[in-house]
């Protein structure tokens, strides 16, 4: 098996570009996983993993080859090489590089009667990933990612998901193909937005549903708002008019899984 002890080994520099820029994660069409559950996850999302790094005072081969049946590169690593590559403060001693997977529409496998969540223009990636944890806690059907701001696989979204960036059925696409998309399959789509909206517990979502989320700061855009089966708002009963979108995309998601019957 191959050892790693020194952080300027050249393999262990380009994984700490792809840890850090979006250009280099593009270019090699892979990115980094850590944690022992993440990268579970991961390889149950058939993601394919190409290489797994750990502190073999922390993970075992053995706990590795039982994630997986797969020929998969292993390498052992020193604490220093772990310390330059790791994200999160908590050491769990390991680290697995990964292919990207598609994230297109046509990727996508719908049931008859979906329940969607589709994010316009989210720029915090930690908002993103949080979004992706509350979607796979209500294992809604599908999320597509509209007019993307960030980067799917920044490592503050992989961390902030806990695993669920490889959970859910992710789309991404501009907002035009998003609603042509959602249109074409029959789909309604319910505009979270401050303008021309009823209360969002008013409306039926036990058909074919998306929910659609935008950015606090400047809202959806007109699209969304002008094509919408209903424009949807949370009453505010304090002094502000709105909350965190990860926040409101929760109260929204479980209001239609309450109508459907959880």
Known sequence: MKQITSSQNPFVKSLIQLQEKTKARKQSGTFLIEG?????????????IETILFLPDLVSEQQITKLTNKQINLIE????????????????????VSKIKSTQLSDLKLPKN???????????????????????????????IANSKSDLYNPNTVRSSV????????????????????????????????QN??????????????????????????????????????????????MNVSVAVAILIFEAKRQRGF
């Open 197 to 242: 909206s009823t209360s969002y517990h008013t409306q039926d979502y036990t058909q074919p549903t998306a929910i659609v989320v935008g950015t606090e700061a400047t809202g959806l855009s007109q699209p969304w708002r002008d094509q919408a089966k209903q424009n949807i708002i949370i009453p505010m009963q304090g002094e502000i008019d709105s």
């Open 77 to 96: 690593i020193s604490i220093e090489v772990y310390q330059k590559l790791a994200y999160r403060d908590t050491t769990e001693g390991i680290i697995a």
């Open 163 to 194: 695993g669920c960036l490889f959970t859910n059925q992710i789309a991404m696409a501009s907002t035009e193909e998003a609603i042509a998309f959602l249109l074409k399959n029959n789909i309604n789509f319910y505009s979270a937005t401050l």
């Open 36 to 48: 022992m559950r993440e990268i579970e996850l991961a390889i149950k999302g058939n993601y394919e």
């Open 114 to 144: 979906p329940l969607i969540v589709v994010m316009e223009a989210i720029e915090k990636p930690g908002n993103i990933g949080a979004m992706l944890r509350t979607c796979d806690a209500a294992n809604v059907d599908a999320v597509i």
